[in-house]
């Protein structure tokens, strides 16, 4: 395979856990065909647009889960 690179600002995609525990981001194309790219970068800003993610703070620990709501859970 040819060497390819291309800036990724504006790449949409999503960050998945593999069944080896790494974090990879899979990018799929018109086709829904898709690439899992290695996370090289230490560094690299990310804005989530997922309405099903959640920021949960919890005495076990600091989370990004799924929001009541995703998870069918009601706030009786």
């Not at 390819?4 to 998945?16: D, H, S, T």
């Not at 990018?27 to 090289?40: A, L, R």
């Not at 620990?61 to 799924?66: E, K, N, P, S, T």
Request: with cysteine.
């Amino acid at each position: 395979m040819e060497f390819e690179k291309k800036n990724a600002i504006g790449q949409r995609g999503f960050l998945i856990r593999t069944i080896h525990n790494e974090i990879m981001f899979r990018v799929y194309d018109d086709n829904q065909d898709f690439v899992d790219y290695e996370i090289t970068n230490h560094d690299c800003e990310v804005v989530i647009i997922d309405p099903s993610a959640a920021l949960i703070r919890h005495p076990a620990g600091d989370f990004l889960d799924y929001t009541d709501e995703a998870m069918g859970v009601s706030k009786n």
